[in-house]
């Protein structure tokens, strides 16, 4: 899965699912909601009740797109770690 990191700080995983809220109709919103949640919850082995999202507003990268995460124990498969020595969070690295 790309765009998929892993904050070891804070056993966050979260996923950068692009520029998702291109449509005006609220089904089409809801169904590429859920189809993000459930791709994200099975590669990262948590329930999809658990799953958050949220829409990025201030990035230099980033900007308008949207990320999904969870708390999660173990570094997924394939995740980029943003590790304790560099210091990088989530947050930080969401909107720098």
């Known amino acids: 899965?790309?765009?998929l990191f892993y904050s070891e700080n804070?056993?966050?995983a979260f996923y950068i699912a692009g520029y998702t809220d291109n449509s005006l109709l609220v089904e089409d919103i809801i169904s590429m909601l859920t189809k993000h949640t459930e791709k994200f919850s099975e590669k990262v082995c948590v329930d999809p009740k658990?799953?958050?999202t949220d829409y990025i507003v201030n990035s230099s990268r980033y900007k308008e797109m949207r990320v999904f995460y969870a708390e999660?124990?173990?570094k997924?498969?394939?995740?980029?770690v943003l590790t304790s020595k560099q210091g990088w969070t989530m947050h930080k690295w969401l909107h720098n």
Request: charged content about 45%; overall charge neutral; cysteine-free.
């Open 50 to 52: 658990v799953v958050k």
């Open 10 to 12: 804070e056993k966050i």
């Open 72 to 74: 999660v124990e173990k």
């Open 1 to 3: 899965m790309e765009n």
């Open 76 to 80: 997924p498969k394939d995740a980029f």
